[in-house]
């Protein structure tokens, strides 16, 4: 079945970056885009991205244009979203979120990461 | 490109049917059929409801039904559970190759 596991928990200082990978198994991580959503505590859903892992190709929210890269390494099936010059309202849990494919829609998600911006 | 607009809250008693609404412009629900529905439980990541408007993945239960008017898509529960509580929201694809999500309402059983 399909599986994301995304890394740990991160405490990052402003202005700083944070990494946060999510390994997919249980289906041709080639074939399926991935997207990026971020929930603020106690807030709605926010989507940042989405990735092509088999091109490489990327499509961002306009707002994270300037501060988000999303990666993907083919031979661990993994892919990676790194914030950049992160400030306190960065704080949330991030998601990877598998893009339904034929279905615009996000039909697997990860457990989630918490990224807390404190300083 | 602004969040999708939904109301805050929702309340139904056991039994009852409760809608949804989700507001966006003719640029998202209104010019796509790629609506979607999600449930999402305290501290739980959120599951699939409706896919494409009216559309249900498979094992998610026949009291959940999507529709869309215009610009307005929205969700239905029928005979409302208590383990139907919990925050829904609302997805579109839109006309600049984006997603946008909606604020979020929060179902309560009564």
């Known amino acids: 079945q399909v599986q994301l596991v995304q890394s740990g928990a991160e405490v990052k200082k402003p202005g700083a970056s944070v990494k946060v990978s999510c390994k997919a198994s249980?289906?041709?991580?080639?074939?399926?885009?991935m997207h990026w959503v971020r929930q603020a505590p106690g807030q709605g859903l926010e989507w940042m991205g989405i990735?092509?892992?088999?091109?490489?190709?990327?499509k961002y929210a306009q707002k994270f244009q300037d501060r988000v890269t999303m990666t993907r390494d083919t031979s661990t099936s993994t892919i990676y979203m790194e914030l950049s010059s992160l400030r306190s309202e960065d704080t949330a849990v991030y998601y990877c979120a598998r893009d339904g494919g034929s279905f615009y829609v996000f039909d697997s998600w990860g457990q989630g990461t918490l990224v807390t911006v404190f300083s | 490109q602004s969040a999708l607009t939904q109301p805050a809250s929702v309340s139904g008693s056991p039994g009852q049917s409760i809608a949804i609404s989700c507001t966006g412009t003719s640029s998202d629900v209104g010019a796509y059929y790629y609506v979607s529905w999600y449930q999402q439980h305290p501290g739980k990541t959120p599951k699939l409801m409706i896919y494409d408007v009216s559309n249900r993945p498979s094992g998610v239960s026949n009291r959940f039904s999507g529709s869309k008017s215009g610009n307005t898509a929205s969700l239905t529960i029928s005979g409302l559970q208590a383990e139907d509580e919990a925050d829904y929201y609302c997805s579109s694809y839109t006309s600049s190759s984006t997603y946008v999500f909606g604020t979020g309402t929060k179902v309560t059983v009564l």
């Open positions: 249980g289906y041709t991580f080639t074939s399926y885009y």
């Open positions: 990735m092509n892992p088999g091109g490489g190709s990327t």
